[in-house]
């Protein structure tokens, strides 16, 4: 297979950079670091080691972090084609796929019934995520037949299917995925309220979203507001208008996308000749290039156009997204080197301290040790309490807010005309009235819950979020004032650097952890948070916006008047129209305000659940880090009094040995600063 068929993308990415390399050595060093201390002290075999083990989750998670690509846009724009084509081949043959582009079922019709995640797999697999947070492994051949749309159900029908599942993730052997990147397939960000409300969250925790036009009619006014939406500070948008039926590309057609997209929307020039993939405008036939990568037809590929995509996507991942992937695991690497400071810091102390005077004192603090060993506790209760108050309180509102919504859902009918209703001929469409009354409806309350879900619910969980952390930080600061009273205690001194490093207290990197995990800006907290999409955004607390999803007809039964009321209201109106559309209004109404009533309850279960999955993902990784950081003080206070008791020469030696290791963890710290240096350099 040639280059192009190949994939210039799949090539480079695959490559890697020094600067994850780099960043692996120092982590793996300090872990040996870490590891070896344990080893000089009796009974290392039976004790963890919370800080190596941590060092060692975040190297393993750096070798396997991936860039993350959102394709997003209408139904039938072709998103899975392009991926298909995208994904560069398979590392070797899969047989279920009976020579097939790829694992995404591509048709005329709307396919994608839910957003699907593909990362590397030697292995094909598919996992079903449900919104409940539970999973079921589905095989390919499966996943092949039942995950598309079906064209001769209903919008309603389809989304009932699906009803539970939010997302795929599709393990594949694609070339491109093997290179460190996860790919994503959206459905139609017109297909569902629902679905494209995830679509959307799943983006802003991507590294790149390529929104696909159809160029049969491109770059409407809605689509592109859709395709601006995804952008922000953090994701890089790149715009791909998709050739259909052999479209030639000419200066006509050139002048009309930019000045759609670029003049029109964005304030840009006029189009003068101006090169669009240098402003994230690509025209790729994705047909071609999908069909000519499974070809193996250098000629078709190239001709697709799909290589100077490929090319500034390369460029794009691993100049600017690359360096921020890194910083993300050094800065944890740093954190913890402290860690290991201090802890040689403190076996030194006891090395140097009169044997019989430490050995009296540590039996003196040994209780608190214990004590301190279950401050963990207090934080798990800290974040418990804010749930269980953000839970009465988004209930609360949750009540009022349908109490709202049956209140004003006749006044809403009253400001809209049912198209369906008038005329002489309504008594033979009875079933289009029906229809037409439930539509809108179902959009009003849709709307109303929607709102309520993504503004004040979103708000609560927000303020509940800064609440705990400032608890958690007075807790903090209360368990490193403990931390140096012990150590006072025991040597008469608190646990300093010789100088040659700048020494983090365990306060402050217990502090940073929590932040990070809590406001997603990790450069802590490595090695936590929930599957799928969520996992992309960087932090489970930056799904706050996308916490409460009570919304809709995926998770409420939608309200249906029935074809009698509408049928008995046109036939007592036979004879003329006054009034009609009126009484019909008012029967749906009517119909409409018990069955919303009805709803309440599934809908405070969802909440719950909803506030519950928001919690405990947090809770579970910051009592984690708490309990893990605590265990390592713990320990190394142990171990120092566990020091005290060599022989003068055991302690001579082992001080020189302390002190190279030292060296060594400045040396280790160092090279993760010039990694984060070079990497804003980049």
């Not at 507001?225 to 000419?250: H, T, Y």
């Not at 071609?288 to 799909?306: F, T, Y």
């Not at 439930?438 to 993504?454: G, K, L, P, T, Y």
Request: negative net charge; aromatic residues 4%.
């Amino acid at each position: 297979m040639s280059d192009t068929t190949r994939s210039m993308l799949a090539d480079q990415l695959a490559a890697g950079g020094p600067l994850r390399d780099e960043t692996r050595q120092a982590l793996t060093g300090l872990a040996e670091i870490s590891d070896w201390l344990t080893t000089m002290t009796p009974s290392a075999e039976e004790r963890e080691n919370p800080t190596a083990k941590r060092l060692r989750d975040a190297e393993r998670e750096l070798a396997h972090d991936d860039f993350k690509l959102m394709v997003m846009g209408r139904f039938s724009s072709g998103k899975s084609t392009l991926l298909n084509a995208l994904m560069a081949g398979v590392t070797h043959p899969v047989e279920a796929m009976a020579g097939a582009a790829g694992p995404l079922p591509v048709d005329e019709l709307p396919s994608t019934a839910v957003l699907a995640g593909i990362r590397y797999s030697e292995t094909p697999y598919v996992t079903a995520r449900r919104s409940d947070g539970t999973e079921e492994r589905w095989t390919l051949d499966r996943y092949l037949r039942e995950s598309m749309l079906d064209g001769s159900q209903t919008k309603s029908e389809n989304l009932q299917r699906f009803l539970d599942i939010e997302e795929f993730e599709i393990g594949y052997p694609s070339r491109l995925c093997q290179g460190n990147v996860m790919l994503y397939d959206s459905p139609g960000t017109d297909e569902a309220p629902e679905r494209t409300d995830i679509t959307r969250r799943a983006a802003a925790g991507c590294d790149a979203a390529i929104v696909v036009f159809s160029s049969n009619a491109p770059l409407g006014e809605r689509e592109v507001d859709d395709a601006l939406a995804a952008a922000n500070e953090k994701v890089q948008l790149f715009v791909v208008v998709n050739m259909f039926d052999g479209k030639v590309a000419d200066e006509k057609f050139k002048a009309y996308v930019w000045n759609k997209y670029i003049h029109e929307r964005q304030a840009g020039d006029r189009y003068a000749g101006q090169d669009l993939a240098q402003h994230g405008l690509y025209l790729i036939d994705a047909r071609a290039a999908e069909q000519g990568r499974a070809r193996g037809d250098e000629a078709q590929v190239e001709a697709s156009g799909i290589l100077a995509l490929e090319r500034r996507l390369a460029e794009y991942l691993l100049t600017e997204r690359l360096g921020q992937h890194v910083r993300r695991f050094a800065g944890h690497g740093l954190l913890l080197s402290h860690d290991v400071e201090r802890r040689i810091n403190r076996l030194r102390s006891g090395l140097e301290t009169e044997r019989g005077e430490l050995r009296e004192k540590y039996l003196q603090i040994r209780p608190r040790l214990l004590d301190l060993r279950r401050r963990g506790d207090r934080v798990a209760r800290i974040i418990d309490d804010q749930k269980l108050r953000s839970a009465a309180a988004l209930q609360a509102g949750l009540l009022e807010n349908e109490r709202s919504i049956r209140d004003g859902l006749a006044g809403h009918l009253e400001t809209v005309s049912l198209k369906t209703a008038a005329g002489f001929a309504r008594i033979f469409r009875t079933t289009k009235i029906q229809q037409e009354a439930d539509e809108v409806i179902n959009a009003f309350v849709d709307s109303r819950r929607r709102e309520w879900s993504h503004t004040v619910a979103a708000n609560r969980l927000a303020r509940a979020r800064e609440t705990m952390v400032e608890d958690l930080t007075a807790e903090v600061r209360a368990i490193e004032a403990e931390v140096e009273d012990i150590q006072f205690q025991l040597t008469g001194e608190t646990v300093g650097t010789d100088g040659r490093g700048e020494l983090i207290g365990i306060g402050e990197r217990i502090t940073s952890t929590i932040i990070g995990i809590a406001f997603g800006n990790l450069t802590a907290g490595i090695g936590g948070g929930v599957g799928g999409y969520r996992s992309a955004l960087g932090g489970v607390a930056a799904t706050v916006g996308a916490a409460v999803v009570i919304v809709g007809m995926g998770l409420t039964a939608p309200v249906a008047i029935p074809l009698a009321l509408i049928a008995g209201a046109v036939g007592a109106q036979a004879a003329g129209n006054i009034g009609l559309e009126k009484r019909i209004k008012k029967l749906a109404a009517d119909h409409a305000v018990p069955h919303l009533t009805s709803q309440v309850e599934a809908l405070q279960r969802n909440l719950h659940s909803d506030v519950e999955r928001y919690f405990q993902p947090l809770a579970e990784q910051i009592t984690a880090e708490v309990t893990a950081a605590l265990e390592a003080e713990a320990q190394s206070i142990d171990e120092q009094a566990a020091m005290n008791e060599r022989s003068q020469e055991e302690k001579e030696k082992t001080l020189g040995d302390l002190s190279r290791a030292f060296d060594a963890v400045l040396t280790h710290r160092k090279q993760l600063d010039d990694t984060v240096a070079a990497s804003h350099q980049i």
